[in-house]
Every structure is written in structure tokens, then in C-alpha cells.
């Protein structure tokens, strides 16, 4: 079982649509939670943290399940530049140094 | 802020030949990481640091050397390319649990 598993999808919605993302890791351990974004084969950017008590900001909200141990992010009101691929990631350890990615989820967002 | 910097953004070797990537992060961040990342798949851990004069392997360390003689930077070795190695390379760092930043990332192509 891989440590962080992600829907590759792709997920194809319409501009203004709701979409939301769902990984499972395997750590229990794991400190730190956060989603990436990636654009076609550049850097992985921060999305934002995710935090037991669910966060927001603006059209996205994250949620952590620990006892279920899955991490959610949903998209509200999609826009086409929310096109892109979204990476799940976890910190297993006190220490960013053996952070684990997900593959990642497609997202396409059309006209 | 120049954050974390690489060089070259591209470069194209042959099979055989040696070089040297280079990852520089001004952040004083004591974790830095190697990445890549081949078509259509998830960023694979090559080497990693906790500090100055300590790394260690990662999920995919065949094939390179590294070295962190100070905390500002951390150069991948390719000892002897091989067209396996092509791919794109992406040099991160972090401090504690905070999320990873990444660099452009280094376009490789071994023929």
C-alpha cells in the first residue's frame, strides 16, 4: 500500500462546478498535512496547510480526518485556471525531510 | 526573496557524461531534498539533508551523489548519465513541519 494514495482521475467539470478531492494515508503518525498545486511539469506550489479543524480560503476548504486518516480538499465556483494538478502531501515526521507526495489528482475545468 | 534556486533549467547530456545540478536556498532552511519527476507521474525522493555534512538516500538514489558542505546549498551528482535519468529534477527545502518550496526545477534529457 502506498503511504499517500490519491484518485489520479482526471476529473473533468464544467466552469462553476463543485469538485472535491479525497487521499488516505497509511502513517498515523504523520504530523503536517498540506495540498499542493501543480501546473504542467512546473514546481509543485503550497495550496494551503490542512488542519483538524478544517480551514478555508476563499473557494477552497480542506479537511483532515485523522481518525479515518484522509485528507479532503473541495473546490467551489471552479474557474479554468483552477486546471491543474492537485498533490496531497504529509510530514510523517517531526521534520519536513521525509515528506511523501501523492501522485496527484488532474483536474481539467472547461468552458 | 530568491527562495530556493536552481541551475541549469535545462540541459541535454550523453549517455555516459557527468554533471552536476545545482540547488541553492537562501532561507536558512536546514532540510533541502532532491526530487523527480517522470511524465504522467508522482515527485520521487532521491537524496535528502537534515543539515550541513549529513544526507542520506532516498526512494530512488541509484546513479547520483550529493553533498551539503554548507546549509545554503545542496548539488546532485550524475556519475554516469543514463537515458533512465531523464527526467526533470526538482531541488526542495523546508525548516520543522512547515511545507516544502521548491525550485523552478532542471529539464534533463540523456540521449
Known amino acids: 500500500r502506498k503511504e499517500v494514495e490519491q484518485d489520479p482521475g482526471p476529473f473533468n467539470v464544467p466552469e462553476g462546478a463543485t469538485v472535491a478531492f479525497n487521499c488516505t494515508y497509511s502513517?498515523?503518525?504523520?504530523?503536517?498535512f498540506f495540498w499542493y498545486r501543480q501546473d504542467c511539469r512546473k514546481e509543485p506550489k503550497l495550496l494551503m496547510s490542512v488542519y483538524s479543524s478544517g480551514n478555508e480560503d476563499g473557494r477552497f476548504t480542506a479537511q483532515l480526518n485523522r481518525a479515518s486518516q484522509y485528507i479532503s480538499l473541495l473546490i467551489r465556483d471552479s474557474k479554468l485556471s483552477d486546471s491543474a494538478t492537485y498533490l496531497c502531501v504529509v510530514t510523517p515526521y517531526t521534520g519536513g525531510f521525509k515528506t511523501i507526495f501523492g501522485a496527484g489528482t488532474r483536474l481539467f475545468v472547461k468552458a | 526573496n530568491a527562495g530556493v534556486t536552481q541551475t541549469p533549467k535545462f540541459q541535454v547530456l550523453k549517455t555516459g557524461q557527468s554533471m552536476t545540478l545545482q540547488c541553492a536556498q537562501d532561507?536558512?532552511?536546514?532540510?533541502m531534498s532532491w526530487y523527480r519527476q517522470d511524465p504522467g507521474m508522482g515527485l520521487r525522493l532521491i537524496h535528502y539533508s537534515v543539515g550541513a555534512g549529513i544526507t542520506d538516500q532516498g526512494e530512488v538514489p541509484n546513479g547520483y551523489n550529493v553533498s551539503r558542505s554548507t546549509t545554503e546549498d545542496f548539488p546532485l551528482r550524475l556519475l554516469s548519465a543514463a537515458p533512465s535519468q531523464t527526467s526533470v529534477y526538482f531541488c526542495?527545502?523546508?525548516?520543522?513541519?512547515?511545507?516544502?518550496?521548491f525550485g523552478d526545477g532542471t529539464r534533463l534529457s540523456i540521449l
Open positions: 502513517n498515523s503518525a504523520s504530523q503536517s
Open positions: 532561507m536558512n532552511h536546514e532540510y
Open positions: 526542495a527545502s523546508t525548516t520543522g513541519n512547515q511545507p516544502q518550496h
